[in-house]
């Protein structure tokens, strides 16, 4: 048993050291945006915005909202697909995501909201479609309820925005509660990420694009605060259906993060004349994994294709 041993110990040294243990390096100031060579920054009241604009020329706009910690790469091809069909076409990074700031300060609903508020009014946008995925859901809810005129559709994609969310109790993060969700978290987080797809097997890649996102200082707390400050939004999404707005919802069938079962009740409740659609063979990210199914669905019936 000694000799066995004896035999292992530096193999289980060889696999500790091989493990990333430097995290949240990087901080996001001028030096970090100066080596970001696509899309372009604007400094809004709480921090630098990274955004991608395209077709700045048309007059049809899509806002393309992300979820809760995968950055705007996330509708890349949505993305793509409605700027080649001639769409104006924004896509950002809400704080604590990606390239934009990592502000510490609350990370809620409506910090998100205003700030896709600050950039369409720096853009001069006065009227737009928002697309939002997944914890998405939540900022276009909150935006509408606060900017109505703003809106000419909503559509939610895998939508976290009609879950029954408890009452906060409190909303602090600590430097404990940061350091031990990296511990504990951020060794695994990234092949989490598979989990959001049917067939993770089709996306390789997926895991090492967001262990990126992983040396971004402040990324742990911004997650933590985010849930933290999840609150019910029935209120606000019950105002939305008061005025009228165009609404649809967009889910894949086999989603395990967001279930509809659990929310369907109240989503009867609050939207009970949305339009809505299931995405065959797709998992949380039916924009992705079957692309062509959705974006059949998304041009040609609710937002019909530019000729």
Same mark, same amino acid.
């Given at each position: 048993?000694?000799?066995?041993?004896?035999?292992?110990?530096?193999?289980?040294?060889?696999?500790?050291?091989?493990?990333?243990?430097?995290?949240?390096?990087?901080?996001?100031?001028?030096?970090?945006?100066?080596?970001?060579?696509?899309?372009?920054?604007?400094?809004?009241?709480?921090?630098?915005?990274?955004?991608?604009?395209?077709?700045?020329?048309?007059?049809?706009?899509?806002?393309?909202?992300?979820?809760?910690?995968?950055?705007?790469?996330?509708?890349?091809?949505?993305?793509?697909?409605?700027?080649?069909?001639?769409?104006?076409?924004?896509?950002?990074?809400?704080?604590?995501?990606?390239?934009?700031?990592?502000?510490?300060?609350?990370?809620?609903?409506?910090?998100?909201?205003?700030?896709?508020?600050?950039?369409?009014?720096?853009?001069?946008?006065?009227?737009?479609?928002?697309?939002?995925?997944?914890?998405?859901?939540?900022?276009? =809810?909150? +935006? %509408?309820?606060?900017?109505?005129?703003?809106? /000419?559709? #909503?559509?939610? *994609?895998?939508?976290?925005? !009609?879950?029954?969310?408890?009452?906060?109790?409190?909303?602090?993060?600590?430097?404990?509660?940061?350091?031990?969700?990296?511990?504990?978290?951020?060794?695994?987080?990234?092949?989490?990420?598979?989990?959001?797809?049917?067939?993770?097997?089709?996306?390789?890649?997926?895991?090492?694009?967001?262990?990126?996102?992983?040396?971004?200082?402040?990324?742990?707390?911004?997650?933590?605060?985010?849930?933290?400050?999840?609150?019910?939004?029935?209120?606000?999404?019950?105002?939305?259906?008061?005025?009228?707005?165009?609404?649809?919802?967009?889910?894949?069938? =086999?989603? +395990? %993060?967001?279930?509809?079962?659990?929310?369907? /009740?109240? #989503?009867?409740? *609050?939207?009970?004349?949305? !339009?809505?659609?299931?995405?065959?063979?797709?998992?949380?990210?039916?924009?992705?994994?079957?692309?062509?199914?959705?974006?059949?669905?998304?041009?040609?019936?609710?937002?019909?294709?530019?000729?």
């Amino acid at each position: 048993m000694k000799k066995i041993f004896l035999l292992a110990t530096p193999l289980l040294l060889l696999f500790i050291s091989c493990q990333k243990t430097d995290y949240e390096t990087v901080v996001k100031d001028d030096d970090f945006r100066s080596t970001i060579s696509s899309g372009n920054f604007v400094e809004l009241s709480n921090g630098y915005t990274y955004y991608e604009l395209a077709n700045d020329n048309k007059e049809k706009t899509l806002v393309f909202i992300h979820g809760f910690s995968v950055p705007s790469y996330i509708w890349d091809e949505t993305f793509n697909a409605a700027k080649n069909k001639g769409y104006r076409v924004i896509r950002l990074d809400l704080f604590g995501r990606g390239y934009s700031n990592n502000p510490n300060i609350d990370y809620t609903d409506d910090l998100f909201a205003n700030q896709v508020i600050e950039l369409l009014n720096h853009l001069k946008i006065k009227k737009a479609t928002f697309l939002g995925l997944s914890n998405g859901g939540r900022v276009i =809810s909150k +935006l %509408a309820s606060i900017k109505p005129n703003l809106v /000419e559709k #909503l559509i939610y *994609v895998s939508a976290s925005s !009609f879950y029954d969310n408890p009452s906060i109790s409190s909303n602090i993060v600590t430097d404990k509660e940061v350091q031990d969700f990296i511990t504990t978290n951020y060794p695994t987080i990234s092949k989490g990420q598979l989990l959001d797809f049917k067939y993770p097997e089709n996306y390789p890649s997926w895991e090492g694009k967001y262990e990126e996102l992983l040396n971004y200082k402040g990324f742990a707390r911004a997650l933590i605060s985010t849930r933290k400050n999840h609150v019910n939004l029935n209120k606000e999404n019950l105002l939305i259906s008061e005025i009228n707005l165009p609404i649809y919802t967009i889910w894949g069938d =086999s989603d +395990l %993060a967001v279930v509809y079962n659990d929310f369907k /009740e109240n #989503l009867n409740k *609050v939207f009970p004349n949305r !339009f809505e659609y299931f995405v065959p063979n797709s998992g949380h990210l039916p924009n992705i994994e079957n692309k062509s199914n959705f974006e059949n669905y998304l041009f040609n019936v609710v937002l019909k294709t530019i000729n």
